[in-house]
């Protein structure tokens, strides 16, 4: 199985500051029809998952500018320019490259 | 709008089994795969399986392979996670969820699953 590690595991952060969520994979996302399929999810608490980004970099429906996805091959990031109160939550890289799909362990957003 | 409503929470004992439904409205059910995800208390996700409601194929994750039955009724757009000889690992909230290798873009409420004796 592919392995997903996320860091850091808990990020505080200043309103209207930035953060940054890294993932790495145990081997390569990109599937062997050319996309990398590389998603992120937040969890705010007591909801379900939430779509953010899918295939590295695209921003599902509805989901504010400020959350962008980059990366390559191993190596995954989400940042979010600019904190807002209702960004508080858990988010998590997910894999759909290759059966199972997997998780990062996730990172829990708070404010300081 | 697009949804899906799943059954209320189940307690059950160590070695019953457990069947989940997950009603889809707002979209054609027979398009979009369905995932089933769990989640422990405080703990991440973990992706159990998938099924195409159209077709009724099915993929399991190895980890739940003999155990886990994933099936639809597309007569009324609901799609059903059964897991077999639970344990009191198996308690978790599970969640269905719309969508492909392109990301699951819609999820259920989730479904709390007690196992206990």
């Given at each position: 199985?592919?392995?997903?590690?996320?860091?850091?595991?808990?990020?505080?952060?200043?309103?209207?500051?930035?953060?940054?969520?890294?993932?790495?994979?145990?081997?390569?996302?990109?599937?062997?029809?050319?996309?990398?399929?590389?998603?992120?999810?937040?969890?705010?608490?007591?909801?379900?998952?939430?779509?953010?980004?899918?295939?590295?970099?695209?921003?599902?429906?509805?989901?504010?500018?400020?959350?962008?996805?980059?990366?390559?091959?191993?190596?995954?990031?989400?940042?979010?320019?600019?904190?807002?109160?209702?960004?508080?939550?858990?988010?998590?890289?997910?894999?759909?490259?290759?059966?199972?799909?997997?998780?990062?362990?996730?990172?829990?957003?708070?404010?300081? | 709008?697009?949804?899906?409503?799943?059954?209320?929470?189940?307690?059950?004992?160590?070695?019953?089994?457990?069947?989940?439904?997950?009603?889809?409205?707002?979209?054609?059910?027979?398009?979009?795969?369905?995932?089933?995800?769990?989640?422990?208390t405080g703990q991440g996700l973990e992706w159990m399986g998938w099924m195409n409601p159209n077709?009724?194929?099915?993929?399991?994750?190895?980890?739940?392979?003999?155990?886990?039955?994933?099936?639809?009724?597309?007569?009324?757009?609901?799609?059903?996670?059964?897991?077999?000889?639970?344990?009191?690992?198996?308690?978790?909230v599970y969640y269905c969820a719309k969508g492909n290798r392109y990301g699951m873009d819609v999820?259920?409420?989730?479904?709390?699953?007690t196992v206990s004796s």
């Amino acid at each position: 199985d592919i392995v997903m590690t996320q860091t850091p595991l808990s990020s505080p952060v200043t309103l209207g500051q930035p953060a940054s969520i890294s993932c790495r994979s145990s081997q390569s996302l990109v599937h062997s029809d050319g996309n990398t399929y590389l998603s992120w999810l937040q969890q705010r608490p007591g909801q379900p998952p939430r779509l953010l980004i899918y295939k590295i970099s695209n921003r599902f429906s509805g989901v504010p500018d400020r959350f962008s996805g980059s990366g390559a091959g191993t190596d995954f990031t989400l940042k979010i320019s600019r904190v807002e109160a209702e960004d508080v939550g858990v988010y998590y890289c997910t894999q759909a490259t290759q059966f199972p799909w997997t998780f990062g362990q996730g990172t829990k957003v708070e404010i300081k | 709008q697009v949804q899906l409503v799943q059954s209320g929470a189940e307690v059950k004992k160590p070695g019953a089994s457990v069947k989940v439904s997950c009603k889809a409205s707002g979209y054609t059910f027979t398009s979009y795969d369905i995932n089933w995800v769990r989640q422990a208390t405080g703990q991440g996700l973990e992706w159990m399986g998938w099924m195409n409601p159209n077709s009724g194929n099915t993929g399991y994750a190895q980890k739940f392979q003999g155990r886990v039955t994933m099936t639809r009724n597309t007569s009324i757009s609901t799609a059903y996670m059964e897991l077999s000889s639970l344990r009191s690992e198996d308690t978790a909230v599970y969640y269905c969820a719309k969508g492909n290798r392109y990301g699951m873009d819609v999820w259920g409420q989730g479904t709390t699953v007690t196992v206990s004796s």
